[in-house]
């Protein structure tokens, strides 16, 4: 049962290269993670943007209109006969240029905040930038290295092919449910008496047959089929 260890040697490679491919695709997932994350970052500053902007556009229309209050009442102050309608409007002005003052201290506000937005949105793009330099020299370095391991594996599943074709379907069948039940370890060496997949000591008769036999013999332990490697191979 040498060809299923063989067999065996082939699909941890390709189990090896197939990790390894997946810890590749992953660090390439999370470096595009990175750009969408500092690309959304920089979406949402924008829309804050748009929000102040279109705050101060509605604080300057109050302004403008508080100005055009005070000059209608201080041009209707001059036909006022009374001094209580004199009293009323001098206090609709006044009330008026209170409000104008709060409101240009609200849009110096938003000034300063627009400013202070628009300067984080320059640093966050120009970073983004630089960021999307680095991450492409990374992916590409990444999908040299994918593609190189693909070419392993290629080269590995032809070999498994061909191994597989000479073995009966019985004991590719027993193999397939070993390795999914022994974390991708179905074939295991015996060596001097003990098998190599849990340390256990072989039945001395159970041991004897490997050196004589071609049949699938398990180890009566963790039922792995063992296998007799010639001495110049171990």
């Not at 920089?42 to 804050?48: H, T």
């Not at 390795?179 to 295991?188: I, K, N, S």
């Amino acid at each position: 049962m040498i060809a299923l260890y063989e067999l065996q040697e082939i699909d941890l490679r390709i189990d090896g290269l197939d990790g390894e491919k997946a810890q590749l695709l992953a660090e390439a997932a999370a470096l595009e993670a990175k750009l969408t994350e500092a690309r959304e970052r920089i979406a949402a500053r924008r829309e804050e943007l748009a929000t102040l902007e279109a705050d101060k556009e509605a604080l300057e229309a109050s302004l403008a209109g508080e100005q055009e209050n005070i000059v209608r009442s201080e041009s209707h102050q001059k036909e006022i006969k009374t001094q209580k309608e004199y009293q009323a409007v001098s206090k609709e002005i006044a009330t008026a240029k209170k409000q104008i003052t709060e409101l240009e201290e609200q849009i110096l506000q938003k000034v300063n905040a627009i400013e202070e937005v628009n300067a984080d949105i320059v640093k966050k793009e120009s970073d983004l930038g630089e960021l999307e330099g680095n991450v492409a020299t990374q992916q590409g370095e990444v999908q040299q290295r994918v593609e190189a391991l693909d070419s392993g594996i290629a080269a590995d599943a032809t070999k498994r092919d061909a191994t597989v074709k000479g073995l009966p379907a019985s004991i590719m069948k027993r193999y397939t449910r070993l390795r999914d039940q022994r974390r991708g370890v179905a074939v295991v060496e015996a060596r001097e008496g003990n098998c190599l997949g849990c340390n256990m000591h072989l039945p001395p008769q159970l041991y004897n047959m490997l050196f004589r036999a071609d049949d699938v013999i398990t180890c009566p332990h963790c039922q792995r089929i063992l296998v007799m490697r010639p001495a110049n191979e171990q």
